[in-house]
């Protein structure tokens, strides 16, 4: 998963929150009385609001990820391996990188 696509699904998660709560609003706003309907609107907005929490705490472990990453590759760059050694560290970042 990259980095921009977490990003955007972020923010269509945020711009849907808005909408739906902003659908809520025009509603009350009318005078309109359709339950079933605000009801229904209610429910995926709620559900929306779960999905960005999700999204902002996929995002937040995508970015911790990347900097613990960016710490052991400094970490195996101060190393002066033997050729055997570079050989298996090479092979453990490919089968877990």
């Not at 391996?81 to 050989?87: I, L, S």
Request: hydrophobic content about 40%.
């Amino acid at each position: 998963m990259s980095h921009e696509l977490i990003k955007k699904s972020q923010e269509i998660e945020e711009n849907a929150t808005s909408s739906y709560l902003h659908a809520i609003r025009v509603l009350r706003l009318q005078g309109v009385e359709v339950q079933d309907l605000e009801k229904i609107i209610k429910k995926i907005a709620i559900e929306t609001l779960i999905h960005k929490e999700v999204v902002k705490g996929m995002l937040k472990a995508y970015e911790e990820a990347l900097e613990k990453e960016s710490e052991v590759m400094k970490e195996i760059e101060e190393l002066k391996p033997y050729a055997r050694e570079k050989a298996i560290i090479v092979r453990l970042l490919k089968d877990h990188l």
